[in-house]
């Protein structure tokens, strides 16, 4: 379900791993459903579950040390395959925002059209947050999407990011592209009746 987003915070579910692509996010063979639901329970599959089926209780997602709708990601988020099924997986787990140093483009679109919000930081803000979650599991961010910033609450460090104004809009609206060019409907003819 869409939601307007604004200012979130949330402790986070930290993931210190470089280069997670698209198959490690979301296995193809679970690509064969047409609608976004259901993806969340296969999001990082095999490293949630072992190969019987079984949870795999060191992985972050089973532990439940750790919480929140911030996913904290390494350098090069979401590289490999374009699938949107990652980004579907990713918000239907309940992310609302993934955070790392890098991503692929086309999953950072991706995730912007799902109604996630890439947040790109610098190595250094990003080395310093994986060590406040290590330090303590409870470290809450503050994602200010009016402002731009992302602030670690448990040192105050604050970043700007960057992010199309358009898709911020959306964001901030709850509208996906068809519902905003809908919402423009009567700019539209107007434009056309002249």
Same mark, same amino acid.
């Given at each position: 379900?869409? /939601? !307007? +987003?604004?200012?979130?915070? *949330? ?27 259901? +993806? ?6 095999? %490293?949630?579950?072992?190969? @019987?089926?079984?949870?795999? !209780? @060191? ?15 390494? =350098? $090069?988020?979401?590289?490999? *395959?374009?699938? #949107? ?9 309940? +992310? ?6 890098? &991503? ?5 679109? $991706?995730?912007?059209?799902? +109604? ?21 599991? =409870?470290? /809450? ?5 009016? #402002?731009?910033?992302?602030? $670690? ?5 604050? #970043? *700007? &990011?960057?992010?199309?104004?358009? =898709? !911020? ?7 996906? @592209? ?6 423009? !409907?009567? @700019?539209?003819?107007? %434009?056309?009746? =002249?």
């Amino acid at each position: 379900m869409k /939601e !307007k +987003f604004s200012v979130i915070t *949330s402790t986070c579910v930290p993931l210190p791993m470089e280069n997670v692509d698209t198959d490690q996010i979301i296995p193809a063979r679970f690509l064969k459903a047409t609608s976004r639901e259901g +993806f969340g329970e296969n999001l990082f599959r095999d %490293w949630r579950y072992d190969k @019987d089926g079984n949870l795999i !209780k @060191d992985f972050v997602l089973n532990d439940p040390t750790y919480s929140g709708c911030v996913l904290v990601a390494g =350098k $090069n988020f979401g590289s490999g *395959s374009s699938r #949107e099924h990652a980004a579907w997986a990713i918000a239907d787990y309940g +992310f609302r925002v993934v955070v790392s140093s890098f &991503f692929a483009d086309i999953h950072k679109n $991706n995730e912007l059209n799902n +109604f996630v919000l890439p947040v790109v930081v610098s190595e250094e803000f990003l080395a310093q947050l994986f060590a406040s979650i290590e330090a303590d599991p =409870k470290t /809450e961010v503050k994602v200010d999407l009016p #402002e731009q910033t992302i602030t $670690n609450l448990a040192t105050g460090a604050t #970043e *700007s &990011f960057e992010i199309n104004p358009y =898709k !911020k809009h959306c964001l901030m609206n709850a509208l996906d @592209d068809i519902e905003f060019l809908l919402s423009k !409907k009567d @700019d539209i003819e107007a %434009w056309e009746n =002249k």
